[in-house]
T-cell receptor, first 114, second 110 residues
Framework: AQSVSQHNHHVILSEAASLELGCNYS??????LFWYVQYPGQHLQLLLK??????LVKGIKGFEAEFIKSKFSFNLRKPSVQWSDTAEYFC????????????FGAGTRLAVHP | SQTIHQWPATLVQPVGSPLSLECTVE??????LYWYRQAAGRGLQLLFY??????ISSEVPQNLSASRPQDRQFILSSKKLLLSDSGFYLC?????????FGPGTRLTVL
């Protein structure tokens, strides 16, 4: 069965610090990869996604992620975080069995201090 | 534009009581619908999905059931709640490119 691992459960940063959140998945075939974000009091929403092509994917609000197939990784990065990036971040992979079911990691809570 | 509604937003129920959570989608037809649960300290786990009216697939054995009586309505139910049913329940619609999530229901079973 597919699984997704997020290495950091809680991350605390100061504004302007760089961010990298780790995500690894277990599946050897073709995968679709996603990062979702949930800001306080808001719906879970898509940050970025990778289906094919350029392994460096750019998303909203200055976020990017790099798909490294050999490492089964899809790490999320941002060069300089802001207080407004405080949120919970979820990595997900679409299930290869069809119906586009998402398998999520446990999430990472990011707190950015001014 | 499409919107997704869930209610109630929060719910506190005693053990052994029944449960009914409702999800409705507007602005799209024949969507794939999903129920997820997030237990404390854990990621989102897919519980059920539906590709059409009356078509329900269960992902994990549990104390819950789902129904889809109408094209854009998805209901999560239980006859008797357990303590372990506590969590944050999210409904989503979508397909290949993206899933869109509702605001969620926080369920506490006491």
């Amino acid at each position: 069965a597919q699984s997704v691992s997020q290495h950091n459960h809680h991350v605390i940063l100061s504004e302007a610090a760089s961010l990298e959140l780790g995500c690894n998945y277990s599946y050897g075939g073709t995968v679709n990869l996603f990062w979702y974000v949930q800001y306080p009091g808001q719906h879970l929403q898509l940050l970025l996604k990778y289906f094919s092509g350029d392994p460096l994917v750019k998303g909203i609000k200055g976020f990017e992620a790099e798909f490294i197939k050999s490492k089964f990784s899809f790490n999320l990065r941002k060069p300089s975080v802001q207080w407004s990036d405080t949120a919970e971040y979820f990595c997900a992979v679409s299930d290869s069995g069809g119906y586009n079911k998402l398998i999520f990691g446990a999430g990472t809570r990011l707190a950015v201090h001014p | 534009s499409q919107t997704i509604h869930q209610w109630p937003a929060t719910l506190v129920q005693p053990v052994g009581s029944p449960l009914s959570l409702e999800c409705t989608v507007e602005g799209t037809s024949n969507p794939n619908l999903y129920w997820y649960r997030q237990a404390a300290g854990r990621g989102l786990q897919l519980l059920f999905y539906s590709v059409g009216i009356g078509q329900i697939s269960s992902e994990v054995p549990q104390n819950l059931s789902a129904s889809r009586p109408q094209d854009r309505q998805f209901i999560l139910s239980s006859k008797k709640l357990l303590l372990s049913d506590s969590g944050f329940y999210l409904c989503a619609w979508g397909g290949y490119n993206e899933q869109f999530f509702g605001p969620g229901t926080r369920l506490t079973v006491l």
